[in-house]
């Protein structure tokens, strides 16, 4: 029972990073390697506005978001608006480019030193036991909220709200879009903002359960491996896809070894590539046989 | 051939277009790089020849990944695994028969091309995104590959390389390795430009532009990819040999991701596709962090920031790749043509003809 909690718990945790992945690869075409350097930032944020605000984990969380939200439309708007017609090859190397800009600007304002968020916390942050040995903490019971939220919330925007049937349009096809008079800079901005904000709270979550420092990014780009076995264009595909990582990651800690866990995601991915490259729900035009 | 020059706009003969030295301008400033290559060392301190020398086999490791993502315009994020590839074929062929470099080179030229065609089928159905997945994969597992073998082989501490003997000559010094590495890397350098002017890189360029339209002219696209994978990557290996050379020791931890930055921040910084842009890329990348090391100890406000030259260092790799990518795609290259232009035809501002 509690095995299954914990992979409940690292599943959402991928999900969130995995969502982000998926809006920002249906936005823009890019996949996005300076999503963890992201996820880093807003962990960043988060831990700076908990500092200020002497421990207040509401005002934190919301703090973070919205300069995570600030941070996804200005990366938008500074750096792939520019490339929106390059080759895609050309948007992937801008991010990691821009992964390691945001690296170092983490590290000069921060410093690499590893801190422990939760100190901070106090009392909210230890587990609180339910039945049969179960035992949840305050902060797991947050992270699989935010996922059930978002994976519930998106496709029910996309559906119902005009900004979510215009990120479909965009989607789909941004020329049309744009022709019908919506204004696509502003749509992908929010898809970006969006992702930001997504990978800024499964940071929040990573940093307080286990620590914070500039090099826990590979945490975050471990999330492409639920969104590209999902499909890289599919928000149903990124709860599969959580799902069989996390899985994949708890079960090789438990049952193999700790090491093997951390190379878990990219395995399975190894694995998914081979038999279904364009995911379990993607669409298939970006392969072509000759 | 016109006044100042330019390359002649008539042309009379194919073979006019294919020269490799095709105006006064080339050939004066290649006679000058050549004649600055050979005084270099003998200005130059010992730590800056050895600078210089990682420019050198830097410039063979960067045509190399500027042949596949420049010219032929496939996506690799798996070069630092080539040239550990390249550095572990040297340092296994000391370990256990102790070859002289007469054979490793050639034995990393070939390790390089058989992997080349590995990594290589795979791009055959892959593009873009899938194609960069799948090469960052392919340097995960030659890195894990080479560290098992290295941990079962030295008890994980790395391979320390002799220096090696030509025609009985040993490679000591500095200056002795610039007079080595100069030639090799001049080779590559011409290696790279007669390849751009012959069939194959005219349809690697045409593979480059629309792998569909390359088919329907007649080119083989599955067998040039192939090709261009397996040169880069063979190429790639020699260049991982003469760093395992030069740096005396190999070992795994060498080859993470940081040095994958590297060769991308060359071609990017330097212009995708061109060979002089490439080597200015080397140039650059190479140099760079010393003279960040260097302010960092003359100016005040960065001496401040103490032991994070490093980090200061990789970010200004990120910022230097993001505005090249945004504001000059052709990179150093494409400044370089557009100063050359502006001088070449002054007091004119545009040429009538894109050349």
Not at chain 1, 159 to 185: F, K, P
Not at chain 2, 230 to 248: I, K, N, P, Q, R
Not at chain 2, 278 to 296: D, E, K, M, N, Y
């Amino acid at each position: 029972m509690n095995l299954l909690v914990v992979i409940l718990i690292q599943a959402s945790f991928y999900a969130l990073l995995g969502m982000g992945y998926v809006l920002i690869y249906r936005a823009t075409r890019v996949l996005n390697l300076a999503h963890g350097d992201l996820m880093v930032f807003g962990a960043y944020l988060f831990f700076q506005a908990l500092a200020m605000s002497g421990g207040s984990l509401p005002l934190a969380i919301v703090a973070a978001a919205l300069g995570a939200a600030l941070l996804g439309a200005l990366v938008y708007l500074g750096v792939m608006r520019p490339l929106a017609s390059y080759p895609v090859a050309v948007g992937v190397l801008a991010t990691i480019a821009l992964g390691l800009v945001l690296r170092t600007i983490v590290t000069l304002i921060w410093s690499a030193q590893t801190r422990y968020p939760a100190e901070l916390l106090g009392r909210s942050g230890r587990p609180i036991a339910l039945f049969a040995g179960v035992s949840v903490s305050l902060i797991d019971t947050l992270i699989i909220a935010a996922a059930i939220a978002a994976i519930v919330g998106f496709p029910l925007l996309l559906r119902l709200s005009t900004v979510g049937i215009e990120m479909r349009g965009v989607a789909e096809n941004a020329v049309l879009a744009a022709q019908r008079g919506i204004n696509i800079h502003r749509i992908n901005a929010m898809s970006w903002a969006a992702a930001t904000v997504m990978a800024a709270v499964a940071g929040i979550f990573f940093s307080i359960k286990s620590r914070l420092g500039p090099d826990i990014w590979y945490v975050g780009l471990a999330g492409f491996a639920p969104a590209l076995i999902g499909g890289m264009d599919s928000l149903r595909g990124v709860l599969i896809g959580a799902v069989i990582v996390a899985a994949a990651e708890v079960l090789a800690a438990l049952y193999i070894a700790p090491q093997v866990a951390l190379a878990a995601p990219f395995l399975v991915l190894l694995v998914a590539l081979w038999i279904r490259p364009w995911g379990i729900f993607g669409s298939r035009e970006e392969l072509e046989r000759i | 051939m016109s006044a100042r020059g330019l390359p002649s706009t008539l042309r009379t003969d194919f073979r006019d277009d294919v020269q490799l030295l095709d105006s006064g301008f080339v050939r004066f400033w290649a006679a000058m790089a050549l004649l600055i290559a050979l005084i270099l060392p003998l200005v130059l301190t010992n730590f800056w020849t050895g600078v210089a020398n990682q420019v050198l086999i830097a410039v063979v490791g960067a045509l190399a990944l500027n042949l596949l993502m420049g010219t032929t315009g496939q996506i690799s994020l798996g070069h630092a695994g080539f040239v550990a590839a390249g550095a572990f074929t040297v340092a296994a062929l000391i370990a256990h028969v102790d070859a002289p470099i007469g054979v490793t080179l050639p034995a990393a030229a070939v390790v390089g091309a058989v992997l080349g065609v590995l990594v290589g089928l795979p791009a055959l159905r892959l593009k873009g995104l899938y194609l960069a997945v799948s090469t960052l994969a392919a340097h995960f597992v030659i890195i894990v590959g080479v560290g098992q073998y290295q941990s079962a082989i030295s008890y994980g501490s790395g391979f320390t390389i002799p220096a090696p003997s030509i025609f009985g000559l040993e490679i000591g010094s500095e200056r002795a390795w610039y007079f080595v590495l100069l030639p090799i890397a001049l080779g590559a350098i011409l290696l790279n430009l007669n390849w751009l002017r012959s069939a194959y890189g005219r349809a690697w360029m045409a593979i480059r532009h629309r792998d569909v339209a390359a088919e329907a002219l007649g080119i083989n696209v599955a067998l040039y990819k192939l090709l261009a994978f397996s040169a880069s990557t063979s190429l790639t290996c020699v260049a991982g040999a003469l760093w395992a050379y030069h740096t005396a020791f190999v070992s795994v931890e060498a080859f993470e991701f940081d040095m994958l930055i590297q060769y991308l921040a060359m071609v990017i910084i330097g212009g995708l596709g061109s060979v002089l842009g490439t080597c200015l890329g080397a140039v650059f990348v190479v140099v760079l962090p010393h003279v960040i090391s260097i302010l960092a100890d003359r100016i005040p406000f960065l001496s401040g920031l103490g032991g994070k030259s490093f980090d200061l260092q990789v970010g200004v790799f990120g910022a230097a790749m993001l505005l090249f990518l945004i504001m000059e795609p052709r990179g150093l290259a494409g400044i370089w043509a557009r100063v050359r232009f502006y001088f070449q035809l002054w007091p004119f501002k545009y040429r009538a003809w894109e050349s």
